[in-house]
């Protein structure tokens, strides 16, 4: 693990701000992504006062071989988390709150009543904007369903690399799966925005990332966000490639061509970063094309 | 499989077959090919004011219907086929290509190089289908056009948002380009035989069943809804409206809420104000209706006629 | 009073981490917010920000040690 990062590859941590998250999370028994996989922008999101909180336990029942999160037995469902996620959005005074989960193959609704339960609680206890970033649910149509019954504000689902990559960096998942999941929340919830993000430097190619984009385009998915993959630890797969922030610029500007009303192309960029000023920013984007159409 | 070939060109009767062949208890996989006369079919939570001129629609005598599946508003006519398959709900779950593939194959065997994308289907680039998916008790209906000798002149202007004065109009930007097969085959288009084929290699020539094999009561009864104000339009989500327009009588400037169909709220300012002031509030976003409302608060017939217009389309 | 800044854990799990730079050195004055020196975990080059106003007394490693978590990494005024 010696290799130098690239200088653009540099975040700072003040601990006492990562720890104020922790404690409240802890006081809550809540989790939080950003410890969970290890998000290198914990300390910048510290300083915002701002987490994005797993629901369902800390054990997947997946094994991605990008994800720092723990695989393993899954914890069973408490059905007070939900309230208590509320209750950390309200003491954080959030004014977006974004929800994620581990997979849940086990469930028989993957954890969709889960969200749903999240984003109402989250509705009766404070007035924050919702985001939740569901699994494919195996292509559940009931289970996406269930989520989409809640209208959040914006509906997540990652795409998380180029279809050939399927294989090696996400076997358990379906790249047709997951755009079908993206165009199934659109198709049924038109008024959503549906968001996904993906990883880059896995050994894609420049055209395979722009295809990829095309082809979650064509689902109607309204923003985007793509991010360095960085490994967490030797036994994930190797970084190819350090994908330079002009490339990063690069992507963005295509996405936008390609008429995303949002779109976060950075190295350091996570499906949840900055994911509150995406969110207004894409709402303008969105009233400015009404306008000028 | 149940092939079922329907030669009816009327989309609500087509639309209601669709849901009727959904609702029926088997668990055979259901294949239907069906084309409508001119229409435009809007998704189900779908504005279908802000996707389609519907005055333009009316006066053109194309029909107006939102069907029960989500996604965008689609033009239909002779030269466009439809397909639907249903099938019980299964493992995979969500899967549009495998819904696609038979259809795909077919073409394919019928010479068109089409290849599956996404939800899609593309020819050279072009795409010639998209589809759609709901989900009903354990059977699920996906169905999707093959734009095979489509009128394309009339398709994009039938499906053009009329003016920007819906707030939530789908933003769509950079459609695909579409395109007919006919352009790769060539020859004498002839839509009926084309979707024959289709559906004789689909079905692995099996005899298809036409719908008076089915409760043609009961599909008829379903054929009401799809001719029904209340399902077409009174099922839209609420939007609300802003917008101006000259007249011969002077400028109009319009701002209103909907809720079902109905204008819950409203501010006009221009010709008759007076007059018309207390006759949107709780009028029925048709134009006949509005129409006449208007007619009888103004006593002006030409500038009625235009005001509903107006109304229902912002130009 | 005097205190030591210890290796913190960046990441779940984190046992060692090398101190990759020093921005401080011993008589300075910082104040809350600026770096106090750059580790590099798996996933990125992590500078640690100090979090109160101090002044620094003595650095206990030098640049290129490895450090284990929780163990001293200077020695501080606050």
Redesign the interface.
């Known amino acids: 693990m010696e290799n130098k990062k690239p200088e653009w590859l540099r975040v700072r941590y003040n601990m006492r701000e990562v720890n104020a998250i922790y404690a409240l999370a802890d006081g809550l028994e809540l989790n939080t992504v950003c410890r969970e996989s290890g998000c290198p922008n914990i300390g910048k999101c510290s300083k915002c006062g701002s987490a994005t909180f797993m629901i369902l336990g800390k054990k997947c029942t997946r094994n991605c071989r990008f994800c720092d999160v723990d695989c393993g037995a899954p914890e069973a469902p408490d059905p007070d988390e939900p309230r208590r996620v509320a209750d950390a959005v309200k003491r954080l005074r959030l004014t977006h709150a974004v929800i994620t989960s581990v997979t849940r193959d086990d469930l028989p609704d993957g954890g969709a009543s889960a969200f749903a339960a999240v984003i109402r609680e989250i509705r009766e206890m404070t007035s924050a904007t919702v985001e939740v970033l569901i699994p494919d649910f195996r292509g559940d149509r009931e289970a996406i369903d269930t989520v989409i019954r809640e209208s959040p504000d914006v509906l997540g689902h990652n795409v998380e690399t180029v279809k050939r990559l399927y294989p090696v960096a996400r076997p358990q998942a379906v790249y047709e799966r997951s755009l079908g999941v993206l165009k199934y929340v659109k198709d049924n919830y038109p008024s959503a925005m549906v968001k996904t993000a993906f990883m880059v430097g896995l050994g894609e190619t420049r055209d395979e990332v722009r295809e990829l984009m095309r082809d979650v385009r064509e689902t109607g998915c309204d923003l985007l966000t793509a991010g360095q993959y960085l490994q967490p630890s030797e036994d994930h797969l190797n970084v190819v490639e350090y994908v330079t922030p002009e490339t990063f610029a690069d992507y963005a500007a295509d996405a936008r061509k390609m008429g995303f009303l949002g779109a976060v192309c950075d190295p350091l960029a996570r499906s949840s970063y900055l994911a509150a000023d995406l969110y207004r920013d894409a709402l303008a984007v969105r009233e400015k094309n009404g306008e000028t159409r | 499989m149940i092939y079922v070939r329907c030669r009816s060109l009327d989309p609500r009767f087509n639309l209601a077959l669709e849901e009727y062949l959904l609702s029926l208890d088997t668990d055979e996989e259901i294949f239907c090919l069906w084309r409508n006369g001119p229409a435009v079919v809007s ?4 504005n279908i004011f802000a996707e389609c001129d519907v005055p333009l629609a009316e006066d053109r005598g194309v029909a107006v219907i939102r069907r029960i ?4 508003t689609v033009y239909h006519d002779g030269g466009n086929i439809n397909y639907t398959v249903i099938r019980s ?1 299964d ?7 495998a819904f696609i593939a038979p259809v795909a194959a077919a073409l394919r065997e019928l010479c068109v190089p089409a290849e599956i ?4 289907v593309t020819v050279k680039g072009k795409k010639i289908s998209g589809s ?4 009903v008790g354990g059977r ?1 209906l996906h169905h999707g056009t093959l734009l095979y000798s489509a009128d394309l002149n009339d398709l994009r202007r039938f499906t053009t ?1 009329p003016s ?1 004065c ?6 769509g ?2 459609p ?1 380009p579409v395109g007919n097969m006919i352009d790769v085959l060539g020859g004498d288009p002839d839509p009926e035989e084309f979707a024959d084929e289709i559906g004789r290699i689909v079905s692995g020539g099996a005899a298809p069943l036409e719908p008076e094999s089915f409760d043609t009561d009961a599909i008829e009864k379903l054929a009401e809804k799809y001719a029904s104000w209340e399902w077409n339009i009174g099922s839209s ?1 609420k939007f609300s409206f802003r917008g101006g327009k000259d007249t011969k009588m002077g400028k109009i400037r319009l701002s209103y809420t909907s809720k079902r169909g109905v204008i819950d709220g409203a501010e006009w300012s221009g010709p008759y104000e007076n007059e018309i002031k207390n006759v949107l509030i709780g009028a029925r976003l048709d134009r006949a209706a509005l129409r006449d409302a208007l007619t009888r608060a103004t006593s002006d017939g030409s500038f009625a006629g235009d005001a509903a217009g107006f109304i229902l389309s912002g130009k | 009073m005097k205190k030591t800044v210890t290796m913190p854990e960046l990441k779940k799990g984190m046992k060692k981490a090398v101190l990759c730079r020093w921005n401080v050195e011993p008589g300075q004055k910082v104040e809350s917010g600026s770096e106090l020196f750059e580790t590099e975990t798996e996933k990125a080059i992590s500078a640690v920000e100090a979090e109160e106003n101090m002044t620094v007394l003595r650095l206990l490693v030098d640049e290129g040690d490895e450090v284990e978590v929780g163990a001293p990494l200077m020695e501080v005024e606050m």
Do not use: H, M
């Not at chain 2, 994308?117 to 899609?120: D, K, L, M, R, W």
């Open positions: 998704g189900r939570f779908q599946t989500g996604g965008g709900k493992e995979n779950g969500l899967d549009y290509p994308s996404g939800s899609c759609a998916q709901t989900t699920v948002p920007a819906f707030d939530s109009a789908a933003i930007s950079n695909a989500p």
